[in-house]
Nanobody, 125 residues
């Protein structure tokens, strides 16, 4: 599967932004898809994931009250709705996918073997 992330840009603090991750290839329904980000001088961190099949959702504590992840299998797309953005949310946002990923690994970066190119989100104060 190939992934294309989009929707990044420059926003003001407090604003919302929706990112999209469009997948190409077959059997999208069998892939878990996650969002990660890497801020300036920081390591890449897990944000949210939506499991294949059940669409169970997973969130990091740092964003669970502000971000929502959801998928539209008919469009082969996973979205990340981000609200109340703050300057510390400035980062490159990546989507990643893994086929038939076990529940225990949904939040673990190393199990995701397909990655999009990233989309920059910059939040100004």
């Amino acid at each position: 599967v190939q992934l294309q992330a989009s929707g990044g840009g420059l926003v003001q603090a407090g604003a919302s932004r929706r990112l999209s991750c469009l997948a190409s290839g077959r059997a999208f329904n069998s892939y878990s898809v996650a969002w990660f980000r890497q801020g300036p001088g920081k390591e890449r961190e897990f944000l949210a994931a939506v499991r294949y099949g059940t669409s169970r959702l997973y969130y990091s504590d740092s964003v669970k009250d502000r971000f929502i992840v959801f998928r539209d299998n008919a469009k082969s797309t996973v979205y990340l709705q981000m609200d109340s953005l703050q300057p510390e949310d400035t980062a490159i946002y990546y989507c990643a996918a893994a086929s038939s990923l076990d529940d225990d690994y949904q939040t673990t970066e190393c199990y995701y073997n397909f990655w999009g190119q990233g989309t920059q989100v910059t939040v100004s104060s």
